[in-house]
């Protein structure tokens, strides 16, 4: 909370017309209506709280219902993820690519969810997924920090991530920052929308057909 508190006074002091979406306090209306931060003041809570190195801030700009840019912080590391639309995406300095593999077998991937205890029919279908999928490819990891899963594949450190249910805040920095990196985001069906369902699948071009017939 009081993370979210000091984000919230520092971009209302930047953009005193943006309105805001933030994990915590909810929705805030602006005076520009076109204009909105979207705000996790602490994905990786239950790491967080177990002392577990591994959490970040996620802050995502959107401008008509669109992400235009997004920033991921792991403090612990010292990893700045950051990306803007039509200008690539970065790990402090650095540019980032997701990776390039091409064949199922060889790819590792990530999601969270699994000890979803709000809605355990929705996480004993992740693990039933999750189960079936681990025997093609490489591996799953599951670090419970959906913004950094999404930088990971960016960067190239994860080939793929998939969840379901997820919030708005848990993805929207991720999202841009994925497709900036080259890769893509979509719902994992295909055929709704990721903002209404949470459902999301990032990956590589070459992976996403074959990610997605195995996921939906």
Request: aromatic share 10%.
């Amino acid at each position: 909370h009081q993370a979210e508190k000091i984000i919230y006074q520092e971009l209302q002091k930047a953009r005193p017309d943006f309105g805001f979406l933030m994990e915590e306090r909810g929705e805030i209306s602006g005076i520009d209506k076109r204009h909105r931060w979207i705000v996790d003041p602490l994905d990786g809570t239950t790491n967080f709280l177990h002392a577990i190195p591994h959490f970040c801030i996620s802050i995502a700009l959107e401008f008509d219902n669109e992400i235009l840019a997004g920033v991921v912080y792991d403090p612990v590391k010292d990893e700045l993820f950051h990306a803007e639309k039509g200008r690539g995406a970065f790990v402090n300095d650095r540019r980032i690519r997701v990776s390039s593999r091409a064949h199922l077998a060889d790819a590792l991937l990530a999601t969270t969810g699994i000890t979803n205890k709000v809605d355990p029919t929705r996480s004993a279908a992740l693990v039933s997924k999750a189960m079936d999928i681990t025997r093609k490819t490489a591996g799953i990891r599951h670090y419970g920090a959906a913004a950094l899963d999404l930088c990971y594949v960016a960067a190239g450190r994860f080939d793929g991530f998939f969840a379901y249910g997820l919030a708005y805040w848990d993805i929207a920095a991720g999202l841009v920052l994925v497709r900036e990196a080259g890769g893509y985001v979509d719902e994992i069906s295909g055929k709704g929308s990721l903002f209404e369902t949470g459902s999301i699948l990032a990956s590589n071009e070459k992976l996403r057909e074959s990610l997605r017939e195995n996921l939906s």
